[in-house]
């Protein structure tokens, strides 16, 4: 193998080997159901294109690893799908639906790999399973499309900016449906566009982790410190409707484990634009604002007409405990909820048919 073609191996396996090691990282060390789709999105990937890369410049390579590199494709449209499914915040709720597709594609290759191996079904492979899997791939491909229709619409509008979330979902897609096109035009070009395509995109991705580190991962949605920089007075009046609207109607303050990342999500913005704007613009710490609702929440109980207990209404508002209801409600209304119920229903403002 000459130098070039050592620089262009190199170029080729780097991107596919890395994507490995960031495939763990994400599998061993975010517990989030989200990034193991992510991690396994980008270990197919990489195995495909590993596989590309020494079939390449290694035309004797054993046909079993054509075979589970092949087999790999069949994968990647189902976890892309997944992962741009699971980060959308209208199917934020789990369910198993997406576990049994993987098992009865897991076994449709097992099946296959075990009764048409490779080895003695070169033709078969070339003939038809390899275009199944591409059409597979590119089937997924598409329904990820009408779940990121929104983001699309947004791509093409100059008015509508897009969020750094919805950026980063839309980069996953268009990165793979790229890598794509690149290996289905790979007969009429080079075999070799699609690996160093995967490695340009990976290599894309990196530079977008990082530049978007120094405010929040767009992967793991972490809550980390807001930047000085203001956030602008129309986007904050924007966060502020959004943000009144999602906590009156969706109630989320009645769950006791609610955190910053939940809220942003919903809202669609970075953990450390929510953070910034609940400092800068309402000068409130994120668990100060939600006990603001859940006593809100609380008092109307308290005045209202029924036989709940106060540890009873403390629970039924999101408080984790007695003393943090106790200590938060009276830390807001200068008085515990239990004279606060005695006192209102001194001077009349409960009815005494409790």
Known sequence: MDFKHQILFLFSALGALNGLL????????????????LSALLFVLSIRILKSAFFYFNLNLSELYIQIGLSACFLI????????????????????????????????????????????????????????????WLIYIILSGFLLKEELTKLLSKTIKLGDIEVWRLSVFLGVSFIWIAYSIGSYTSYLVGTLSFSFVFYLFLL???????????????????????????????????????????????????????????LNILPHTLSQFLND???????????????????????????????????????????TFYSAFKKMKGVTPAKFKKTNYLNGHISPNL
């Open 77 to 136: 449209g189902p976890f892309l799908y997944f992962y741009i499914k699971k980060t959308s915040k209208k199917y934020k709720k789990a369910n198993s639906n997406w576990l049994y597709q993987i098992i009865i594609f897991l076994a449709i290759i097992i099946t296959i790999g075990i009764n048409y191996p490779y080895r003695e079904n070169t033709l078969l492979w070339s003939n038809y399973f390899v275009k199944i899997i591409y059409f597979q």
């Open 208 to 266: 977008l982790w990082f530049f978007n580190s120094n405010k929040s991962s767009v992967f793991f949605k972490n809550q980390i410190k807001y930047s000085n920089k203001k956030i602008d007075h129309v986007d904050a009046k924007l966060i502020n409707v959004n943000l009144t609207k999602l906590m009156n109607e969706k109630k989320l303050y009645a769950n006791p484990n609610l955190k910053l990342s939940d809220v942003s999500f919903e």
């Open 22 to 37: 960031l495939s763990f990282y994400f599998t061993f060390k975010k517990n989030n159901l989200f990034n193991y789709f």
């Open 281 to 323: 613009n309402l000068n409130k710490s994120f668990p100060f604002f939600v006990n603001e609702y859940r006593v809100k929440k609380a008092e109307e109980i308290l005045l209202s007409n029924n036989k709940l207990t106060i540890e009873a209404i403390g629970n039924e508002c999101g408080f984790k405990s007695n003393s």
